[in-house]
């Protein structure tokens, strides 16, 4: 799939590759991020970035933190279920092809996605540039996957790694074309 932008990825995880326990719970993540005592690239990653593109399960995720998270940025949500137009702050896509379509005629040239499930999506359809995966040193055993099953290898160049506080490393890596 052909798209007129370039997609990042910049998601924390456990060692063991979640984003979220079951429930949804991330102070697993939000603990250690803190104890790290820094913004571990967030606000230099966001600055450069038109459009995020999350799914309904992140969305709703992002209903529940004291205040919206996403304030003043365009944002995208992939549902079959959201009712379009519900919230203001965001426009909801059926699927990734009117996604693209929308993106294209907003100018969007970069983009966030976020989500274990849209990530999943944008890797198979070969619409992610690179990743920037902050893992956390615990094992959950079970949770939310950030990563699963592809129509085949999507190989990696490594770009760098950080060694943060709290044990808390991140490593940059580029879709290989
Ligand atoms: N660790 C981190 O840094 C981090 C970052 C982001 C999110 N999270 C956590 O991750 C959890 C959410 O992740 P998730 O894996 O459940 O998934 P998600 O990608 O946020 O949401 C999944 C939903 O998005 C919709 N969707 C995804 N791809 C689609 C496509 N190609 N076409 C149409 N709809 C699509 C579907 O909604 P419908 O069922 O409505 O069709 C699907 O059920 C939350 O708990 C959130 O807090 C963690």
């Given at each position: ?16 590759g979640f984003i ?97 499930q849209v990530i ?48 808390v490393v991140q ?7």
């Open positions: 799939m052909t798209a007129p932008f370039t997609a990042s990825v910049f998601i924390g995880t456990s060692l063991d979220a326990r079951p429930d949804g719970d991330l102070a697993w993540l939000t603990s250690r991020g803190e104890a790290a005592g820094e913004d571990l690239g967030y606000q230099e990653f966001i600055a450069g970035i038109d459009a995020v593109v999350m799914g309904r399960g992140t969305y709703e995720a992002g209903l529940r933190f004291d205040s919206w998270p996403y304030e003043g940025m365009r944002v995208a949500v992939l549902s079959t279920r959201l009712e379009p137009g519900a919230d203001p702050r965001v426009t909801v896509y059926r699927d990734l092809d009117r996604l693209i379509e929308g993106l294209a005629e907003s100018g969007v040239k970069r983009v966030y996605a976020d989500g274990g999943r999506s944008f890797l198979r359809a070969g619409l992610i540039h690179d990743l920037t995966i902050t893992t956390v040193p615990v094992l959950l055993g079970t949770g939310l996957p950030l990563f699963g099953p592809l129509d085949g290898d999507v190989s990696l160049t490594h770009r760098f790694t950080q060694v943060f506080g709290a044990g490593s940059t890596y580029t879709v290989d074309s």
